[in-house]
């Protein structure tokens, strides 16, 4: 047996999506390798704690080889005042080009909060 125990940060209110996008992972029941999964969040707070089962250390890792091309990234970013053009002038010159030409990459985006100046 291999387990992989993950602690999460959820963002406020997020609770539901993450809830459902967990239980996205019912998908790969039937691949060689993954014996199951479970979790629960901290109490009164946002954080998400999951442990994962797989029959060996060999098929866990096989199998996040494969989900890598597929898997949602998602970075939180907090920026200092002021710089949030240079940051996204940065993503337009770095992760456009290279990853789009590699192949693989479906789409992307960046958000602020309703609540986000433009600065």
Do not use: Y
């Amino acid at each position: 047996m291999w387990i992989k125990w993950i602690n999460c940060r959820v963002l406020p209110g997020g609770r539901a999506d993450f809830a459902k996008a967990q239980c996205r992972w019912t998908a790969i029941a039937d691949q060689p390798g993954p014996v199951g999964q479970v979790g629960g969040w901290e109490p009164g707070g946002e954080g998400a704690h999951v442990l994962g089962v797989w029959a060996d250390e060999e098929a866990c890792t096989a199998f996040m080889e494969v989900a890598r091309g597929t898997a949602l990234r998602v970075a939180d970013c907090h920026l200092h005042p002021g710089r949030a053009e240079h940051f996204l002038a940065a993503l337009r010159s770095t992760c456009g080009p290279a990853p789009a030409a590699a192949g693989g990459m479906l789409a992307g985006t960046v958000a602020r909060p309703p609540n986000a100046t433009s600065s």
